[in-house]
């Protein structure tokens, strides 16, 4: 590699994928609702639908309700995956971001809670899937996201510390599962959660698109460390209560 990556930190980036790489926040959503409408009588408020976002679907549809938890999994499925194709996006400037991280020679893994089957379906969907030389799901491992152990499987798969990774993902859960892992936690801010959510889980990094994670490897640490984010945040608020 010719050059160092973020003062030499990081030799493989590994991602998110509901979210991050593609958006599915409006199908998830759908599907929800869908979902606890036909079980429950009726839809939950979508705050309480997306507040477990990035963990596992079985352990959401427990949190929601035990008693129902396998024919909300089953109804939800079954509404997800006909409703698939037509309900997802690429981010603007992933495919491009994927091509750059290739050209500097960075080995890249997607871990995510998703099931094997509709991980691998979203990524073919929009030819992403040969960038990666992992896909690491739900499937794969026996502990999920907020804990370390996908991306510490990811990073066995390709063959570089955990502690040389970049893990980027829209989640509070994403953010902590690397920091746990020692890998460089970095923020999606275009994701299922509020930018503010996200932030307090203390990620290093935060972008606010795709596109600028190749500038953040090649050098630009400081414009995207996350606490500038934060003081943003901060200061548009106060600035939108004005002096009322």
């Known amino acids: 590699m ?3 990556l973020i ?12 979210g991050t790489l593609i958006d599915t926040v409006t199908l998830i959503l759908s599907s929800f609702r869908y979902a606890t409408r036909a079980v429950l009588g009726a839809p939950l408020p979508d ?4 507040c477990n976002i990035g963990v596992p679907l079985a352990r959401q549809m427990q949190d929601i309700s035990p ?5 909300l999994l089953r109804v939800y499925r079954e509404h997800n995956a006909a409703m698939h194709d037509s ?3 690429e981010y603007p400037g992933t495919r491009e971001a994927l091509e750059e991280l290739r050209e500097m020679r960075l080995p890249m893994g997607v871990v ?12 073919e969907a929009f030819g992403l899937g040969r960038f990666f030389e992992t896909v690491v799901t739900a499937d794969d491992v026996a502990l999920h996201k907020p804990d370390p152990h996908p991306l510490i499987e990811a990073a066995g798969h390709i063959g570089v510390p955990v502690e040389r990774c970049l893990y980027l993902g829209d989640s509070p859960y ?9 890998s460089v936690s970095v923020a999606a801010l275009w994701g299922a959660f509020p930018p503010e959510a996200v932030l307090a889980a203390r990620p290093e990094y935060a972008l606010e698109t795709i596109i600028e994670l190749p500038s953040l490897l090649d ?10 984010h934060t003081e943003e945040s901060r200061d548009e608020r106060q600035d939108n209560r004005g002096d009322g």
Not at 47 to 50: K, P, Y
């Open 112 to 123: 995510t809670s998703k099931g094997s089957l509709m991980a691998r379906r979203g990524l």
């Open 219 to 228: 050098g630009e640490a400081d414009r995207y460390r996350a606490a500038s």
């Open 174 to 182: 994403d953010i902590t599962a690397a920091l746990a892992a020692g």
């Open 87 to 89: 309900m997802i996006a």
């Open 2 to 4: 010719s050059k160092p």
């Open 47 to 50: 705050e309480i639908l997306m």
């Open 7 to 18: 003062g030499g930190r990081v030799r493989a980036v590994l991602f998110d994928l509901d």
């Open 67 to 71: 008693d129902h938890a396998d024919e």
